[in-house]
């Protein structure tokens, strides 16, 4: 028996060696790091770049800073020149115009957020796209469930090196696992790009049709703060960041006046799905060491995505201190709880008085997504320190001086993170600690950070939802 089974491995092996050249190999080898032999990329412009695509077809796009800008527009020409139909572009954040989501392209394309951006909000509120609810760490599953199984990625790479590897640069996020489940890879090859270490790796033999370009990145240039964000950072800073603290933080002015505020803070670590420019200002003042992190990445940056200006992008070039990484590793909760002192500092749209949290919709109109956001509230208040800190800030008024603390959520709205979920609540007025706290408590903790104009009505509408005046003991 054994020889019979000797003998069928080696005629597998026999059939695989002759095959070497068939696109069935191809795709049966899909690790991005290990080079396939005897393949290159056929280097074409963009507008013969999609030449494989077809009706029915789903299309990855890579996203944020990555965004293949040139090769979707050229995709869409594609699409709505040879007429084809019912073909699905799953994302995540991207950046710039999404032409595919154009009501001329309805019917040609529909566009499949896994986050939400600006760029295609319209389309899924006129019923022209879809989105899907999802934490940012099990996005992966998708492509490696085979829930989604694309036929083309589209991606944004840097060069070849001189043993033919390009980088993803900046964004690893969920791309890994979608190439590894495409048919076919269109990559464009800028060498603005920078590269990136971590798990950014593609071997150029990966590539099915490369185009070269040279343009710029898109850019987030950080907004002038304003005081209300300064005082919530100041807060944050303050009371609840303390010196050898990991920090998570998106993008946003509110991120942005937190770190403002850590000028004094030491021993600082990074470990976050994503950063922008304001952390590269604390690491050359010494802030920033990430010295206390667990042994495995001691000393460096963990992202999973990147976005700001160049010079965040110059920052992370050829930079062995930034670890950009698999966003199923780096959102993993027992990766967070593993961080020393892990602060997580996320924002939202409104808040209760219970507690619960909604970042993803106005009302029932989507405007993002789950985000990081549960990932890293549960894995800060998981700490293996017991010292973690999950932190949801917000100003207390919108800019229309509507109370962003309510007595109840818009109808239609989704709960984000739950009222068991949250710990800290900060607004320019102050911060509420809820976690442990009874209904009456926390809606008393939270009135006193809303706006002095609010109070009063926010006290009354608690009283008519409990029937038991606030308090705080």
């Not at 068939?22 to 795709?27: A, E, L, V």
């Not at 001189?162 to 696992?177: E, F, I, M, P």
């Not at 442990?436 to 009505?457: F, T, V």
Request: with cysteine; proline share 5%; aromatic share 8%.
């Amino acid at each position: 028996m054994a020889g019979c089974g000797a003998a069928r491995k080696i005629g597998f092996l026999s059939k695989l060696c002759r095959s070497q050249a068939s696109r069935s190999y191809f795709s049966y080898v899909r690790e991005p790091s290990h080079f396939i032999k005897g393949k290159e990329p056929k280097w074409v412009t963009a507008d013969k770049a999609f030449e494989v695509l077809e009706s029915g077809n789903l299309v990855f796009a890579q996203g944020a800073a990555a965004t293949p800008v040139t090769l979707l527009h050229a995709m869409t020409e594609h699409g709505k020149t040879n007429k084809l139909r019912d073909i699905g572009v799953c994302h995540m954040h991207t950046e710039g115009h999404a032409p595919y989501t154009d009501p001329e392209c309805e019917g040609i394309f529909r566009s499949l957020s896994f986050f939400m951006g600006g760029n295609v909000r319209k389309a899924v509120a006129e019923g022209r796209s879809d989105a899907i609810p999802i934490f940012l760490h099990e996005i992966p599953l998708l492509f490696s469930r085979d829930i989604l199984h694309p036929d083309i990625a589209v991606i944004h790479v840097s060069p070849p090196d001189h043993h033919g590897y390009c980088s993803l640069g900046t964004s690893v996020d969920c791309v890994r696992a979608a190439l590894i489940k495409s048919k076919y890879i269109i990559a464009q090859v800028n060498k603005q790009m920078p590269r990136t270490f971590g798990d950014s790796l593609i071997h150029i033999s990966h590539i099915d049709y490369a185009v070269n370009i040279d343009e710029p990145l898109p850019q987030h240039p950080a907004k002038k703060q304003d005081p209300v964000e300064m005082a919530i950072g100041k807060h944050i800073a303050e009371n609840l960041v303390v010196d050898g603290a990991t920090l998570q933080m998106g993008i946003g002015s509110i991120p942005d006046a937190v770190l403002s505020q850590l000028t004094n803070h030491k021993n600082l670590g990074i470990h976050t799905e994503m950063f922008s420019d304001g952390v590269t200002d604390l690491y050359y003042k010494g802030c920033i060491t990430n010295n206390l992190k667990p042994r495995y990445h001691k000393g460096r940056f963990v992202v999973s995505f990147l976005i700001g200006t160049q010079k965040l992008y110059d920052f992370v070039n050829n930079n062995p201190a930034v670890e950009v990484l698999t966003v199923d590793y780096v959102n993993n909760t027992e990766v967070i709880a593993s961080q020393n002192c892990m602060t997580a500092i996320n924002s939202c749209i409104e808040v209760d008085l219970t507690g619960q949290v909604v970042s993803d919709s106005i009302g029932t109109r989507m405007y993002s997504g789950f985000g990081g956001q549960v990932d890293f509230i549960r894995g800060a208040a998981q700490a293996h320190d017991g010292k973690g800190k999950p932190i949801i800030a917000l100003p207390s008024v919108t800019k229309k001086g509507e109370s962003k603390i309510v007595s109840l959520i818009k109808p239609g709205a989704g709960v984000t993170t739950s009222r068991a979920h949250v710990h800290y609540v900060v607004t320019e007025h102050g911060i509420a600690y809820l976690f442990g706290k009874s209904l009456r408590q926390r809606a008393y903790a939270l009135i006193n950070i809303a706006h002095p104009n609010h109070r009063e009505q926010l006290e009354k509408a608690a009283f008519e939802r409990l029937k038991v005046m606030p308090s705080a003991g």
